[in-house]
């Protein structure tokens, strides 16, 4: 049980670690302080929920309409690109742009409703938490323990990202850092839109 257990945190961490648009989204609401454990919250919650529906079979409905996966990658990679799009906007306009955001901040639906689009958009997640994560689960001797160690490693994640992305964000108020910063989210969120367009849904 142990050993289902740790392999499913080993393997889960691994995976989510490699900053993608989720993580990358969370990190820019926890900068600013917007409600993101909430964001955070639901991050955690969508990924248990899509190893469980792995582990229950749903993987194989999903790649019996191969149409589904190539809707998700299109309109992944709009939303994808305006993401981009909007970090980039604010890394040109910078601070002055951020203090306004600051006086005129999102509502807690308005956040949550982004996440879910980020999460579920993205269709590299569903082939990592429907396909890939559930079929080294099937091979363990306990899979929901297995499922139970993922689950384990997206909420140690994802809680890291929001408390130290909010730990760092007095820290960097500096005009120039958070340019920076967005201009950085910018560049990754268009590399994983390229990435989409240009080698489809192949491995990251």
Same mark, same amino acid.
């Given at each position: 049980?142990?050993?289902?257990?740790?392999?499913?945190?080993?393997?889960?961490?691994?995976?989510?670690?490699?900053?993608?648009?989720?993580?990358?989204y969370l990190l820019g609401q926890a900068f600013r302080?917007?409600?993101?454990?909430?964001?955070?919250?639901?991050?955690?919650?969508?990924?248990?929920l899509l190893f469980i529906a792995g582990m229950l079979g749903l993987s194989a409905a999903l790649m019996a309409?191969?149409?589904?996966?190539?809707?998700?990658?299109?309109?992944?990679?709009?939303?994808l690109l305006w993401l *981009?799009?909007?970090? /980039?906007?604010?890394?040109?306009? @910078?601070? !002055?742009? #951020?203090?306004?955001?600051?006086?005129?901040?999102?509502?807690?639906?308005?956040?949550?409703?982004?996440?879910?689009?980020?999460?579920l958009l993205n269709p590299q997640v569903y082939l990592d938490t429907l396909l890939l994560i559930p079929s080294i689960g099937v091979q363990q001797s306990e899979p929901m323990v297995f499922v139970a160690g993922a689950t384990?490693? *997206?909420?140690?994640? /994802?809680?890291?990202?929001?408390? @130290?992305? !909010?730990? #760092?964000?007095?820290?960097?108020s500096k005009p120039l850092a958070w340019r920076v910063i967005d201009g950085a989210i910018s560049l990754m969120m268009l590399i994983i839109a390229l990435h989409l367009i240009f080698n489809g849904l192949g491995q990251r």
């Amino acid at each position: 049980m142990l050993q289902s257990y740790l392999t499913g945190l080993v393997v889960c961490g691994g995976i989510i670690m490699a900053i993608g648009a989720q993580n990358a989204y969370l990190l820019g609401q926890a900068f600013r302080r917007e409600h993101h454990w909430w964001s955070a919250i639901l991050c955690m919650s969508t990924d248990a929920l899509l190893f469980i529906a792995g582990m229950l079979g749903l993987s194989a409905a999903l790649m019996a309409v191969p149409s589904a996966l190539e809707i998700l990658r299109w309109t992944g990679v709009a939303f994808l690109l305006w993401l *981009s799009f909007t970090a /980039f906007m604010r890394s040109v306009q @910078g601070r !002055s742009s #951020l203090t306004a955001q600051v006086e005129t901040r999102r509502s807690l639906g308005g956040v949550l409703l982004t996440t879910l689009a980020v999460t579920l958009l993205n269709p590299q997640v569903y082939l990592d938490t429907l396909l890939l994560i559930p079929s080294i689960g099937v091979q363990q001797s306990e899979p929901m323990v297995f499922v139970a160690g993922a689950t384990s490693a *997206s909420i140690l994640w /994802f809680a890291l990202l929001a408390w @130290g992305g !909010s730990a #760092l964000g007095p820290m960097l108020s500096k005009p120039l850092a958070w340019r920076v910063i967005d201009g950085a989210i910018s560049l990754m969120m268009l590399i994983i839109a390229l990435h989409l367009i240009f080698n489809g849904l192949g491995q990251r």
